[in-house]
């Protein structure tokens, strides 16, 4: 509490504390597999963007390396692909792209969880793609995650959002920017609410984000 921490920052780290234990008894080097020890959670404050919003962030005047991330994060928010899957297809994209009765879709594997993805392209990702012909720069997560804050804030995603969360043990309600809480899993979780809107059945958006339950699944589409 001294540190002034949210409960979900507290968790993970018990998380990866625990993890650490579970491997030490395994080998032989600690008396304790860290059960027992509680990671308690709470539903994060989240955004998802609309269309018009998309479209504000590619009017607004940007830098060469800005334009580049945002194409990639526009991508992200047409495919809803995992990051490290996002830039496994962003490395070479022809290859991961195919045709079947004039319509094209992404068939891709996660390196992480052999958890396959097939998504429908639309014009928006393939005139990206066709523009870039094909040849993308990678950014790490961090790095996108900072940028398209400056992005959304140039393009005047301001909108006023509650902030709720526990820190320090103490409940807190706070109104903040809607570009502060914009990021590259924002992407993701705009996806499969733009899907949501167009009456697409809960499973068939699950097969595309890879979500295994329901519940997970509308956690994504508050």
């Keep these: 509490?001294?540190?002034?921490?949210?409960?979900?920052?507290?968790?993970?780290?018990?998380?990866?504390?625990?993890a650490i234990m579970a491997m030490s008894f395994r080998e032989g080097l600690s008396f304790w597999n860290g059960s027992g020890l509680k990671t308690p959670t709470e539903v994060s404050t989240e955004v998802t963007l609309s269309i018009t919003e998309i479209r504000k962030l590619h009017q607004t005047n940007l830098t060469h390396s800005e334009s580049q991330i945002l194409d990639t994060f526009t991508i992200q928010c047409f495919t809803g692909l995992r990051y490290d899957v996002l830039c496994k297809f962003l490395r070479n994209p022809l290859l991961y792209i195919k045709e079947h009765k004039e319509n094209s879709y992404i068939d891709i594997i996660s390196d992480k969880t052999e958890e396959q993805s097939v998504i429908p392209l639309g014009d928006t990702v393939l005139?990206?793609?066709?523009?870039?012909?094909?040849?993308?720069?990678?950014?790490?997560?961090?790095?996108?995650?900072?940028?398209?804050?400056?992005?959304?804030?140039?393009?005047?995603?301001?909108?006023?959002?509650?902030?709720?969360?526990?820190?320090?043990?103490?409940?807190?309600?706070?109104?903040?920017?809607?570009?502060?809480?914009i990021k590259?899993?924002?992407?993701?979780?705009?996806?499969?609410?733009?899907?949501?809107?167009?009456?697409?059945?809960?499973?068939?958006?699950?097969?595309?984000?890879?979500?295994?339950?329901?519940?997970?699944?509308?956690?994504?589409?508050?």
């Design 127 to 181: 005139k990206i793609i066709t523009d870039k012909g094909g040849i993308f720069k990678i950014f790490s997560e961090e790095h996108v995650n900072r940028t398209i804050k400056i992005i959304a804030k140039k393009a005047e995603l301001d909108k006023s959002i509650v902030n709720r969360q526990t820190v320090s043990g103490v409940k807190k309600e706070t109104f903040v920017p809607k570009y502060k809480k």
């Design 184 to 222: 590259s899993h924002t992407a993701r979780r705009t996806f499969a609410t733009l899907l949501s809107q167009t009456k697409i059945p809960s499973k068939q958006i699950s097969c595309m984000t890879g979500h295994t339950t329901e519940k997970q699944l509308n956690l994504y589409m508050r």
């Design 1 to 18: 509490t001294t540190q002034d921490l949210a409960l979900n920052s507290i968790s993970n780290i018990l998380k990866k504390f625990k």
